[in-house]
């Protein structure tokens, strides 16, 4: 109770995993009130609109050639004015390309490996995090807790700077690690990969312990003390209680960092290299450089594509957490 | 038992070190005198002078004051948006639907930016040569995106605080005669209230922060500050940006703590309050 009470005030992200319960004025709503289908049209036909309208024109352009005129691509769908018929011309062309240029593939593959190795830096710091927060008093816990929504709420594009000035060759880090005599040159440490794991950690670190939070606070401590009065030594009834039971937390964090970060774009524009792009800026280029919209479409596609079933893994875990919470 | 209390403090303190220290340090160099921004000038430093360059800057002003203007309106209709869908899909129960739209409020919260950025941006275009609306780009569609995917968060900060109330005073209003609007009015909203400001201070601070979506959507002479933080720190670090930043954390970090005692002698009061009518019975 405690825990859904505080979910809307100070921490909208984990507010993710708490949700609705059963609805009983909803009877008394849908026999008695005409005015429901209106009130139930504004979010829905606003969504139709500037949510799935736009994915279904991405889709189209990316079936579509590259023109030059305005808008840069040519009609899918053309009104033959002798056979009097409408001609649909779908053009796998930039699917094709996108699956021989030897770039794509690897930029794809790049940004999951990014994804995929940031994710698990953050389970790693952000479990003990949440775990310590959880087994705090509940006095401390509210403050630990807005300590990891502030900075959430601070400009996001300020705190990836800010590690610029940390990781530079003159930055902070190199001129502490030789004042204290580790090494003698500064070290590269800006513009590599190792400087994008740690913007996407930094960002995205509040993203994994709230879910973490949410879940390890809910579990039954008598648990634990039974496992030890068993025998069991923490570390053990850690890895056969608490690891277990967490999971959902695990996979919900995890989907939670991993999936926004396959797309991120500011944070390899401000530290990556430039020799490896990630695909959110091939993405951006296609469109702002090249002027290819149709490219750039499919390359939306393919990556929702490749998205959509963490997607609906995310979906169907969050509904699971409720599921359990009633 | 002593040895697991020495562990949790050492994850934590490392873990806010983590968080806190490129923050801090981005303020202690706002006040450097040099340019550059990583070596202390202790013999002409602290300094305010890059605060003083700052608001001489027009570019910056203009774009802050135009970020301001859309993030207010972003928060305004995210909230009204945000918070009928919470209650939709919080009270209304099962409706043919109802997945759709639960479906279409989650997936905004984790879909990459370059792709909402991208299909609102090809939406316009494709509007634009249909209906001839809306004409150009610039506040009007940075504003609608924005609204879009601020929207999916108010909704879930709604529907979470709904769920923490159950419905029986909702009930017993109808059950008086009360019409459903008056109900809405007079009995759902004081009770979420908190969780419809925290919306909107969510979705305001989401819209002043965007940088990829605006980047999509905007028109030629409509920069918010986010882009132009962007495309000035691509070409490096530079000091009136940490002043910038400064003045942003102070705000913010002064604004949510005030929010989050002010909400927490709120809900407090609320408690006594029910505490009493209970004793009153």
């Known amino acids: ?326 | 038992m002593t040895s697991r209390g020495w562990f949790r403090y050492s994850a934590l303190a490392a873990g806010f070190a983590f968080l806190y220290v490129p923050i801090l340090s981005m303020i202690f160099f706002s006040f450097n005198n040099s340019r550059l921004v990583t070596v202390w000038d202790s013999a002409n430093s602290p300094t305010l002078k890059w605060y003083g360059e700052l608001f001489q800057n027009d570019q910056i002003l203009r774009a802050a004051w135009l970020s301001i203007q859309i993030a207010a309106m972003t928060a305004t209709g995210a909230v009204i948006l945000g918070t009928v869908a919470g209650l939709v899909l919080a009270r209304f129960g099962p409706f043919r639907g109802r997945a759709v739209l639960s479906a279409m409020t989650t997936a905004p919260l984790v879909m990459p930016e370059v792709i909402t950025g991208l299909s609102l941006l090809l939406l316009f275009v494709a509007m634009e040569q249909l209906i001839g609306w809306p004409q150009g780009r610039g506040m009007l569609t940075i504003t609608i995106a924005h609204i879009t995917f601020a929207m999916a968060y108010v909704t879930v900060v709604v529907q979470s605080r709904l769920a923490g109330f159950d419905d029986s005073l909702e009930e017993a209003a109808l059950d008086l005669g009360a019409k459903p609007a008056k109900v809405f009015f007079r009995i759902t909203l004081p009770l979420i209230l908190p969780a419809v400001i925290s919306g909107w201070l969510l979705a305001f601070t989401l819209s002043w922060d965007d940088v990829v979506i605006s980047q999509f959507v905007a028109g030629p002479g409509s920069s918010t500050l986010p882009m132009v933080i962007f495309s000035k720190v691509r070409l490096g670090v530079s000091p009136d940006i940490n002043a910038l930043a400064t003045i942003m954390v102070l705000i913010v970090a002064t604004g949510v703590v005030l929010s989050a005692l002010y909400l927490k002698r709120q809900e407090a009061r609320r408690v006594r309050e029910e505490q009493l009518a209970r004793a009153g019975d």
């Open chain 1, 1 to 326: 109770m405690a825990n859904s009470l505080t979910a809307g005030r100070l921490n909208p992200l984990y507010v993710l995993l708490l949700r609705y319960g059963p609805p009983r004025w909803s009877n008394y709503i849908r026999e008695h009130w005409l005015g429901q289908r209106l009130v139930i049209g504004i979010p829905f036909v606003w969504l139709l609109l500037f949510f799935v309208a736009p994915f279904l024109i991405v889709l189209k352009i990316s079936f579509s050639e590259v023109q030059l005129a305005m808008p840069p691509y040519a009609p899918l769908f053309e009104w033959a004015a002798e056979t009097k018929r409408l001609v649909a011309t779908f053009n796998l062309d930039n699917y094709l390309f996108l699956l021989t240029d030897d770039l794509y593939v690897r930029t794809f593959s790049y940004s999951v490996k990014v994804a995929a190795i940031s994710t698990l830096f953050c389970l790693l710091i952000g479990y003990p995090m949440a775990y310590a927060i959880a087994r705090s008093s509940p006095t401390m816990r509210s403050v630990w807790l807005m300590l990891i929504i502030l900075p959430f709420w601070t400009s996001f594009l300020l705190r990836v700077y800010a590690w610029v000035g940390l990781l530079k060759t003159d930055g902070l880090i190199n001129q502490a690690l030789m004042g204290v005599g580790l090494i003698n040159e500064p070290l590269t440490l800006l513009y590599t990969d190792f400087a994008v794991y740690i913007g996407i950690v930094y960002s995205y670190l509040p993203f994994m312990i709230l879910p973490l939070y949410a879940n390890l606070e809910k579990h039954d401590l008598t648990l634990l003390e039974a496992a030890a009065d068993l025998g069991a030594k923490p570390i053990k009834a850690f890895l056969t209680i608490t690891l277990p039971l967490s999971i959902p937390g695990i996979v919900a964090g995890s989907l939670l960092v991993f999936i926004p970060a396959v797309g991120e774009y500011v944070i390899p524009s401000l530290l990556g290299s430039s020799d490896q792009l990630m695909i959110g800026r091939v993405l951006s280029d296609e469109f702002f450089s090249n002027r290819d919209w149709p490219v750039a479409s499919s390359v939306a596609i393919a990556i929702l594509l490749l998205l959509v079933l963490p997607i609906v893994l995310f979906q169907r875990f969050q509904n699971r957490e409720l599921a359990g919470q009633k």
